[in-house]
Every structure is written in structure tokens, then in C-alpha cells.
């Protein structure tokens, strides 16, 4: 059985009034999770940006060869 949880906040009831955070403990939060994030390398952001451009090479490659048949068979077709 589903329970429905929409319009309430995680962990607070939903007669409780919500309180707005500052600004201090939000920038503090943000640093706290940035803290937790594992950031590449050097070595894997190089390898990471050479494998998306190779893929991009190939779907524009792709793209551009489908296009090309499909307008050449278009002309044939009615022009």
C-alpha cells in the first residue's frame, strides 16, 4: 500500500511550520557536500572530454550521411 506523501517535507510533520534556512547554513551545506564529491583527475577529465568528442564525431558522421542518402533519394524520387 502506497503511502501519500505530497505537499509534506521529508522527516517533518505536515502541521509543523516550515522555517527557511540562511543563507550562512545553506553556503555551509553546499561546501559540506562539495567536500563529498570525488573529483576526476586530470588524466580521466582528458580521457572523459576526448571519448565525448570521438562519439559527437561519430553521430554528426552519422547524421550528416543519413541526410545526405535520404536527400539523394528524395531528388531521384521527385526531382
Not at 35 to 40: A, D, E, G, S, T
Amino acid at each position: 500500500m502506497a503511502i501519500d506523501t505530497r505537499g509534506e517535507t521529508a522527516g517533518k510533520p505536515s502541521g509543523e511550520k516550515k522555517s527557511r534556512t540562511s543563507p550562512a547554513l545553506f553556503y555551509r551545506q553546499v561546501v559540506n557536500e562539495l567536500r563529498k564529491v570525488i573529483w576526476p583527475t586530470r588524466k580521466d577529465l582528458i580521457t572523459y572530454t576526448t571519448v565525448v568528442l570521438v562519439f559527437v564525431v561519430i553521430m554528426v558522421a552519422i547524421v550528416y550521411g543519413l541526410d545526405t542518402l535520404f536527400g539523394e533519394g528524395v531528388l531521384r524520387i521527385f526531382g
